[in-house]
């Protein structure tokens, strides 16, 4: 079955920490994956997707197929980053328009 | 920049009441979605549509129904309110290609009293 696990609910830093959130997929074929960020009063909006292989806001996230993770990292958080994030994957199977979601991680960054 | 507006950001009803929320986009995409999302439960999808009058059940349709008449207009309906729908309803909207991501409205907190 497709699944989306976000281990941790609630992952709580100080500014200048390293943090990395932790992303594990179960998928058969080859997914699409994607950071979702939701700020305080904000909407839900796209931090990163794999396929781009980009650095957005300093995070980057890397696709193991091996271990089947997705794990969303900066090496230097700032109290800006607090948020929820939301870990994403899309199947490449027919026609699958859906996204699987993760229950989410709330990252609170302490000054 | 992609515009998805829903109409209320708050609403109370009441319990048996049916209650219509209306999600509007406006870049002509063609998948559109219903969700709620509520603490601990993360996003659940209620409904999605790809394209005007088509329709599939997410994870979570019972109690909801949805119409899609026009292109850019996705309404979810609350046949009958019942107080264990109360919760935050996000719409969203993307192009048919699965590499573009979907973007969001603000979201609406309904109560049902």
């Known amino acids: 079955a497709q699944r989306v696990t976000q281990p941790e609910k609630l992952l709580s830093v100080f500014k200048g920490a390293p943090v990395e959130l932790k992303c594990n997929y179960s998928?058969?074929?080859?997914?699409?994956l994607f950071w979702y960020v939701q700020y305080s009063r904000q909407r839900l909006q796209l931090l990163l997707r794999?396929?781009?292989?980009?650095s957005i806001k300093g995070f980057t996230a890397d696709l193991n197929k091996g271990e089947t993770s997705f794990h969303l990292k900066k090496p230097f958080a700032q109290e800006e980053d607090s948020a929820m994030y939301y870990c994403?994957?899309?199947?490449?199977?027919?026609?699958?328009?859906?996204?699987?979601w993760g229950l989410g991680t709330s990252l609170a960054v302490n000054p | 920049d992609v515009k998805v507006t829903q109409s209320s950001r708050y609403l109370v009803k009441r319990t048996g009441e049916k209650v219509f929320l209306e999600c509007v986009q406006d870049?002509?995409?063609?998948?559109m979605f219903w969700y709620r999302q509520d603490p601990g439960l993360g996003l659940r999808l209620i409904y999605f549509?790809?394209?005007?009058?088509?329709?599939e059940k997410g994870d979570i349709p019972e109690g909801y129904s949805v119409s899609r008449e026009k292109k850019e207009r996705f309404s979810l309906i609350l046949e009958s309110a019942s107080t264990n729908q109360t919760s935050m309803y996000l719409c969203?909207?993307?192009?048919?290609?699965?590499?573009?991501?979907?973007?969001f409205g603000d979201g609406t907190r309904l109560s049902i009293l």
């Open positions: 994403a994957l899309r199947g490449s199977a027919g026609n699958n328009r859906k996204l699987i």
């Open positions: 998928y058969s074929g080859s997914p699409e």
């Open positions: 969203a909207s993307s192009l048919v290609d699965g590499n573009q991501p979907q973007h």
């Open positions: 549509s790809y394209d005007v009058k088509m329709k």
């Open positions: 870049m002509d995409h063609e998948n």
């Open positions: 794999h396929i781009s292989r980009e």
